[in-house]
């Protein structure tokens, strides 16, 4: 036999054996077998628990809530198959609806016989040892929690997250789309995408503005180079449009922006950037009118959309608005409501939006509505003289595209909300809303026989269902009382509303409470 030919009798019998074989008499050398693929288990079971809601249970909801006061902790538990190899670590992998500076920290949890739909705050599992931390979260994105030191088994294994922050959090539930997950094996995360690219929009002149990048320059005036920007950007994947310091006026004119997505507008501060226009037209002219955005934001500046008054000319429309954030914005001026995210249309949705720190004063609507919008946030906002509703969560009409929409699995907390025309808060036909540790006074000071916070169907045969109230505060101190009651759940096809505890109704003009729900619980004094 050659030597050739042993050589390649000996080079086949090494691939046969496969990369177990490291080597063969011939001298041919192969590598050893790659590391294993990392395996991906999803949340076979979770939910969260409410110190103010002790006896309630929230196993169906598609997200958690997650806060240091009222404590609310979430459970997850996973089912690690056998002979998995733990030794490259774990990590809890979440998906985050709410941006969040102190984020939530991981805990064992030895009991892992609790269940999804019998969980609740009083029979809560006890907390094992604290394992790794978030950091701060961005809303719409994954984050990854190192928990390797509290998975030391395959088979189920039970995980909590808390959060020191007296500031609430959400973060989506394995009913949501993007279901926790435990991460097991090679969880090296691949490299960031490179930064994206920014936009500085400053006044060059009497009307005329410049907007600036490393690789483009619009001059004009404010919307021809503030659409120019976003459109730059868009077709780059995103970026930032980032006001200076100033006084920035449209004249008449708005911005137009359709089908965004990981577009930030940005300014200086509230009253340090001032974005304003003024129009009487027989047509709607938001300083902002967006309509399909995901993952977009507005921060940090004031806004007065002036103008004679309309039913639907707004500071901030969102129409098709989802997953993205107003924070630090100040309104003084609209032609009707503040800030309105909009799902009636046909196929639309507006879900999964935060509304943070805003102050909202003098304008003729409501401060912040969702028109058929849900799982959304209003958090830490300060509302005053508005014409409206303070907060107002509603059903699509009857002869929208998706007729009798609801607005449900809102969460409206820790908010500050006085003399507003109509109902502080107000829950039109939606279901599971939280209301939580507000302080609404003196509403309904334009609309007669209004409520700090009421809860209503005004649509025949269209439920409100298992909707929360805790620890707000919802009174009158005015020497002529305008607010009739401090919570008013005003019709029989509200059901299960709960009334949890550190509620004080006192002090308004009819009394406290009123109810003519169905099945209301009630949990507190």
């Given at each position: 036999m050659s030597a050739i030919m042993r050589r390649a009798i000996g080079l086949t019998f090494a691939v046969l054996l496969g990369p177990a074989v490291m080597s063969i008499g011939t001298g041919l050398s192969l590598p050893s077998a790659s590391a294993a693929e990392p395996v991906t288990v999803t949340a076979a079971a979770d939910s969260y628990v409410d110190a103010a809601l002790p006896t309630s249970n929230f196993g169906t909801r598609t997200s958690y809530l997650i806060d240091a006061s009222p404590q609310q902790i979430a459970y997850l538990r996973f089912d690690i198959p056998a002979a998995t190899d733990l030794t490259g670590g774990v990590k809890l992998r979440v998906f985050a609806q709410s941006t969040h500076t102190a984020g939530v920290t991981a805990y064992g949890v030895a009991d892992t016989a609790w269940t999804e739909t019998g969980i609740t705050y009083e029979n809560r599992p006890a907390l094992g040892p604290a394992s790794g931390k978030s950091g701060a979260l961005t809303a719409s994105t994954w984050k990854e929690i190192d928990v390797t030191s509290v998975v030391g088994s395959t088979g189920p294994v039970?995980?909590?997250?808390?959060?020191?922050?007296?500031?609430?959090?959400?973060?989506?539930?394995?009913?949501?789309?993007?279901?926790?997950?435990?991460?097991?094996?090679?969880?090296?995360?691949?490299?960031?995408?490179?930064?994206?690219?920014?936009?500085?929009?400053?006044?060059?002149?009497?009307?005329?503005?410049?907007?600036?990048?490393?690789?483009?320059?619009?001059?004009?005036?404010?919307?021809?180079?503030?659409?120019?920007?976003?459109?730059?950007?868009?077709?780059?994947?995103?970026?930032?449009?980032?006001?200076?310091?100033?006084?920035?006026?449209?004249?008449?004119?708005?911005?137009?922006?359709?089908?965004?997505?990981?577009?930030?507008?940005?300014?200086?501060?509230?009253?340090?950037?001032?974005?304003?226009?003024?129009?009487?037209?027989?047509?709607?002219?938001?300083?902002?009118?967006?309509?399909?955005?995901?993952?977009?934001?507005?921060?940090?500046?004031?806004?007065?959309?002036?103008?004679?008054?309309?039913?639907?000319?707004?500071?901030l429309d969102f129409d098709k608005g989802n997953n993205s954030l107003v924070e630090n914005v100040k309104i003084t001026g609209s032609r009707s409501r503040g800030i309105v995210f909009d799902g009636k249309d046909a196929g639309a949705t507006a879900e999964n939006n935060v509304v943070r720190g805003c102050q909202i004063s003098g304008i003729p609507g409501a401060a912040v509505q969702f028109l058929a919008s849900s799982r959304n946030t209003v958090a830490g906002c300060t509302i005053s003289g508005t014409g409206g509703p303070g907060i107002y969560a509603q059903q699509s009409s009857s002869t929208a595209a998706q007729p009798n929409k609801k607005s449900s699995d809102n969460t409206f907390s820790n908010n500050t909300i006085d003399q507003a025309g109509g109902d502080g808060v107000y829950i039109s036909n939606g279901d599971r809303n939280s209301i939580t540790n507000n302080t609404i006074t003196n509403s309904s000071d334009r609309v007669a026989s209004r409520d700090g916070i009421r809860i209503t169907s005004v649509v025949a045969g269209l439920t409100c269902d298992d909707n929360s109230v805790s620890g707000n505060t919802a009174t009158d101190n005015q020497a002529t009382k305008t607010q009739s009651y401090g919570l008013n759940i005003a019709s029989a096809l509200c059901n299960r509303t709960v009334v949890g505890s550190g509620n004080n109704f006192a002090g308004n003009r009819l009394g406290p409470i009123r109810d003519v729900g169905t099945a209301t619980v009630y949990q507190g004094p």
């Open positions: 039970s995980l909590a997250l808390q959060t020191t922050s007296n500031t609430s959090l959400r973060i989506t539930s394995k009913e949501g789309a993007n279901k926790p997950q435990l991460v097991i094996g090679d969880t090296t995360p691949p490299p960031p995408p490179p930064p994206p690219g920014e936009f500085l929009v400053s006044p060059v002149g009497d009307g005329t503005y410049q907007a600036v990048s490393t690789t483009a320059t619009f001059t004009g005036t404010l919307k021809t180079v503030g659409q120019s920007a976003v459109a730059k950007l868009k077709a780059g994947g995103g970026g930032t449009v980032r006001f200076t310091s100033g006084d920035f006026d449209f004249g008449s004119e708005y911005f137009v922006l359709s089908n965004l997505t990981d577009i930030d507008f940005v300014g200086a501060g509230i009253d340090a950037t001032i974005i304003r226009n003024n129009s009487s037209a027989a047509a709607d002219t938001e300083p902002f009118s967006f309509t399909g955005t995901n993952r977009v934001k507005v921060r940090e500046m004031t806004i007065v959309a002036a103008g004679s008054a309309r039913t639907s000319s707004d500071a």
